[in-house]
């Protein structure tokens, strides 16, 4: 996820956000802006909206030597606050999701949460009241995929259990079945980065699934291939026996 940096109007916004706020220009839809940016990006699959309310997001962060939280709004503004995210939730708080996004919920066989920004990306889409209801009501394998290393702004000095807490903090300690962290810490990361290991408060929680999914070419991130597999695995040692690989 690419965002911008330096002293311009673009610092800090997130190359996907702008081109679908350009797409939505050109096609007028929020809607149809999605679905053309999975076209323009031969995404496979569908890439849906949360939601088509315009909402804003908002958090609560604690800056180092201040005594009071600070109120900030917008997604790209939070991790420039290089604090602490306290929480966070939209305004308004009462947007409806996307129907077919309630379909695809209801129907999948597994949802996968993560990996990606877990304050300005993951938790946001589950603040949607009715899409939050649908993940619970769901009878899919729930899977959460934390992140490789830590988020400047948002995650800094977190471990994957801190990761787990600000999730179920929100959805409940009672739904996800399995947590996958990342084992392999062989790779040399930028100096505001640090590696999210597994705590020892999660050490005999049985959903925990450890394994080397590093990329080691681009070691901020997951191994694609090796992630896929992964959650390939799991669904079919819960399911049924394992006779898919990728390919």
Request: aromatic residues 6%; glycine residues 6%; proline residues 5%.
């Amino acid at each position: 996820q690419y965002r911008f940096s330096g002293d311009t109007q673009l610092d800090g916004h997130s190359f996907g956000n702008l081109l679908i706020s350009a797409l939505a220009d050109i096609t007028g839809s929020f809607e149809e802006a999605v679905s053309e940016s999975g076209r323009v990006l031969s995404v496979h699959g569908r890439v849906l909206p949360a939601t088509l309310r315009n909402v804003r997001l908002v958090a609560d962060v604690q800056l180092p030597n201040l005594p009071n939280e600070v109120r900030v709004e917008g997604e790209s503004k939070i991790p420039q606050m290089a604090g602490r995210v306290r929480r966070v939730w939209l305004e308004p708080n009462d947007a409806t999701a996307f129907p077919p996004v309630i379909q695809a919920i209801l129907a999948a066989d597994m949802i996968v949460i993560g990996p990606g920004s877990l304050y300005t990306s993951l938790l946001p889409n589950i603040l949607v009241p009715d899409l939050l209801a649908a993940i619970r009501s769901s009878r899919a394998i729930k899977i959460f995929v934390c992140n490789v290393v830590t988020q400047i702004g948002e995650t800094q000095a977190y471990n994957c259990g801190d990761h787990v807490h600000a999730l179920e903090e929100l959805i409940g300690s009672d739904v996800i079945d399995i947590i996958v962290c990342n084992t392999s810490y062989e790779a040399d990361l930028p100096e505001d980065a640090q590696w999210v290991r597994l705590n020892d408060g999660l050490m005999g929680d049985g959903r925990v699934y450890c394994a080397d999914l590093l990329d080691r070419e681009r070691p901020l991130l997951h191994e694609a291939s090796k992630l896929a597999q992964t959650l390939i695995d799991l669904f079919y040692e819960r399911t049924g026996p394992l006779d898919k690989e990728i390919q």
